[in-house]
C-alpha cells in the first residue's frame, strides 16, 4: 500500500532588500525628464559627435555637433536654444568659450568656423578658416587666452596661436 502525503508546512521567508533602491529613487525624483532628438537627414545621419558644457556657472549653454549644424541647448531649462546651421559639410568638436559668447566647430571639409552666439536669436559667424585639407576632428579654444584656438586635423596638421581671432594676417597655414 502507498504511504500517505501529508501537505508541507508553509515557511516564512526573510524579508529580502527593497526593490526599489536608493539610485533608482533618486532618478525617479526628476519629474520633467527632457529627451532630445535630431532630425534625420538620411540613412546613418543625425549621429551627434561632440557635445561640450561650458565651464562657467554664468553660462547656461552646452552644444552638440551633429552633422551639419550645432544645437545650443540650455542646462536649466533643458531645451534646444539656438541650431546653427551654416555649414558645408558634417560639423565636429564644437567649443563654447566659458563666458557663452563665442562657439568654434571644425568641419569635414576643412574649414574652421567661429560664430557669436551671445546675444539675440541668430548665430553671427565671426571669421572663417580654410587651413586644413581634411577633416578638422577638434578645435577647442586655449584655457588661459580667450581669442587662441587649437585644432587638429586628419592632414596631420595641428594648429595653435597663429589663428588668434584679432589677427587677420595668418588666415592661412603657415609655410
Known amino acids: 500500500m502507498a504511504a500517505l502525503v501529508l501537505p508541507l508546512a508553509q515557511l516564512k521567508l526573510v524579508p529580502g532588500p527593497s526593490p526599489i533602491t536608493a539610485e533608482q529613487r533618486y532618478w525617479r525624483s526628476f519629474k520633467s525628464q527632457k529627451s532630445h532628438t535630431f532630425p534625420a537627414l538620411g540613412p546613418g545621419a543625425a549621429t551627434a559627435s561632440h557635445s561640450l558644457v561650458a565651464p562657467a556657472k554664468a553660462n547656461d549653454l552646452f552644444a552638440v555637433t551633429s552633422d551639419p549644424r550645432v544645437e545650443l541647448f540650455s542646462v536649466r531649462k533643458r531645451e534646444p536654444l539656438k541650431t546653427i546651421g ?19 566647430a571644425g568641419e569635414d571639409s576643412g574649414k574652421i568656423q567661429i560664430f557669436g552666439v551671445g546675444g539675440g536669436t541668430r548665430a553671427v559667424v565671426l571669421k572663417t578658416w580654410h ?26 596638421f595641428i594648429g595653435t596661436s597663429p589663428w588668434s581671432l584679432v589677427c587677420d594676417a595668418r588666415d592661412e597655414r603657415p609655410g
Do not use: C, M
Request: charge should be negative; avoid cysteine.
Open 86 to 104: 551654416r555649414f558645408d559639410s558634417d560639423t565636429y568638436s564644437g567649443d563654447i568659450r566659458p563666458d557663452g559668447r563665442v562657439l568654434v
Open 131 to 156: 587651413v586644413h585639407k581634411q577633416l578638422v576632428w577638434v578645435t577647442h579654444r586655449s584655457p588661459t587666452d580667450l581669442t587662441t584656438l587649437i585644432s587638429a586635423s586628419n592632414d596631420e
